[in-house]
């Protein structure tokens, strides 16, 4: 590794979305405000939030740019790292197909709460169903996403 470039990568729970990548320099906005880091950079964690657009950029000047729905990000003078809850390529993010997920999720979401309303009757003491949850999550993070897009255009 030279002393211009250092290690990035990108984790969810899911995937590995950057396997260790050699690059020259990350953007981000963590909780405290938009910074850059470059090789040898101060320490430092910081809560990033919904919504971030996480950028490097590796030697060869090609530039990568990632949507991040929440997580930290760890830059220490060699590597930077970022834990997200859900991140997808900026690339990637389709309009269209972020519509038809909102869709079928508020479908799902709908047949979930009127099961859950039938077995609320049968059995009051029943709480709102797991599944309802993550459904509202994944309609959340479409909705967000979407707004992101809009505002890029």
């Given at each position: 590794m030279s002393?211009?470039?250092?290690?990035?990568?990108l984790?969810?729970?899911?995937?590995r979305?950057?396997k260790?990548?050699?690059?020259?320099?990350?953007?981000?906005?963590?909780?405290e405000?938009?910074?850059?880091a470059?090789?040898?950079?101060?320490p430092?964690?910081?809560?990033?939030?919904?919504?971030t657009?996480?950028?490097?950029v590796?030697?060869?000047?090609?530039?990568?740019?990632?949507?991040?729905?929440?997580?930290i990000?760890?830059?220490?003078?060699?590597?930077?790292?970022?834990l997200?809850?859900?991140?997808v390529?900026?690339s990637?993010?389709?309009p269209?197909?972020?519509?038809?997920?909102?869709?079928e999720?508020e479908?799902?979401?709908?047949?979930s709460?009127?099961?859950?309303?039938?077995?609320?009757?049968?059995d009051?003491s029943r709480?709102k169903?797991?599944?309802?949850?993550?459904?509202?999550?994944?309609?959340?993070?479409?909705?967000?996403?979407?707004?992101?897009?809009?505002?890029?255009r």
């Open positions: 002393d211009k470039n250092f290690v990035f990568t984790v969810t729970p899911e995937e979305l950057v260790p990548t050699q690059v020259i320099s990350v953007n981000a906005q963590g909780k405000g938009a910074f850059t470059l090789p040898g950079h101060t430092f964690l910081t809560p990033i939030l919904d919504g657009v996480v950028k490097y590796t030697p060869d000047n090609r530039v990568e740019e990632f949507y991040v729905d929440a997580g990000i760890e830059v220490l003078p060699d590597r930077v790292s970022v997200a809850e859900a991140a390529r900026e990637e993010l389709d269209e197909k972020l519509a038809r997920e909102i869709k999720a479908r799902r979401r709908e047949a709460r009127l099961l859950a309303e039938a077995d609320m009757k049968r009051p709480k169903p797991v599944a309802e949850t993550d459904l509202e999550l994944q309609i959340s993070r479409a909705v967000r996403r979407l707004k992101h897009i809009d505002k890029k």
